[in-house]
């Protein structure tokens, strides 16, 4: 399916999205509400494979909560049952746990561990990376040639991941877009790649004569 037509009100979506942080109470859930919905529908994954990822979330970071508690702060992200580890933790010990204890989650099929050995990061530094993470969304939204929907950011310490189900174009493209965005220190393909023909993908934009 082509999603093209759906970049002007993705650009609404994501800019909504953001608004609603700033907000409360009921109005908040409703364009938080509605993003999700559109996003959804607009998934390169199955319905089943997004609820897949969704409860591997959910597992993962309460198993990861009772095994740092106050000593680290580690992000869970499940794209296509494939797990990303990013954050801080207290020692190499603490860092293989953590991969132990989310690959022996129902339906794992990998876990990429990216966990730094540290101290948690700052308030300061996690608002940082988020308002990093809002920006290349936006990009992405704002760049024809790919669908914004296609793409998982994350942020960590300044560092961008990226997973999706994309082709080699749209994934170069993403990352090039991401490489542009202020704040960007480096940027981490963890693609799952699909051919130019596959009807999910973006077609290109014709060319100029």
């Known amino acids: 399916m082509n999603t093209r037509p759906l970049t002007g009100l993705m650009s609404k979506i994501v800019l909504g999205t953001a608004l609603a ?3 409360s109470g009921c109005v908040a859930m409703a364009v938080g509400g509605a993003a999700t919905a559109v996003l959804s529908a607009n998934d390169r994954r199955t319905l089943g494979m997004q609820t897949e990822d969704k409860a591997i979330n959910v597992k993962a970071e309460i198993k990861m909560q009772q095994l740092t508690g106050e000593n680290g702060h580690v992000n869970v992200t499940s794209y296509n049952r494939k797990v990303l580890l990013t954050g801080e933790v207290r020692d190499e010990a603490m860092k293989q746990a953590a991969e132990r204890e989310v690959r022996a989650i129902d339906n794992v099929v990998s876990v990429i561990n990216e966990l730094e050995i540290a101290g948690p990061s700052s308030y300061t530094s996690r608002s940082n990376d988020a308002l990093i993470t809002t ?3 936006a990009s992405l939204v704002d760049k024809k040639t790919v669908s914004a929907t296609a793409f998982k950011v994350t942020t960590e310490r300044g560092v961008v991941y990226l997973q999706g189900l994309v082709t080699q174009r749209e994934g170069n493209i993403a990352a090039d877009v991401a490489k542009g965005v202020a704040g ?3 940027v981490v393909k963890i693609f799952e790649y699909i051919a ?4 999910r993908a973006s077609q290109p934009a014709p060319s100029q004569s």
Do not use: F, G, T, Y
């Not at 130019?196 to 009807?199: A, L, M």
């Open 21 to 23: 942080a700033s907000l």
């Open 135 to 137: 920006k290349v969304k």
């Open 184 to 186: 960007v220190n480096r």
């Open 196 to 199: 130019e023909e596959d009807p």
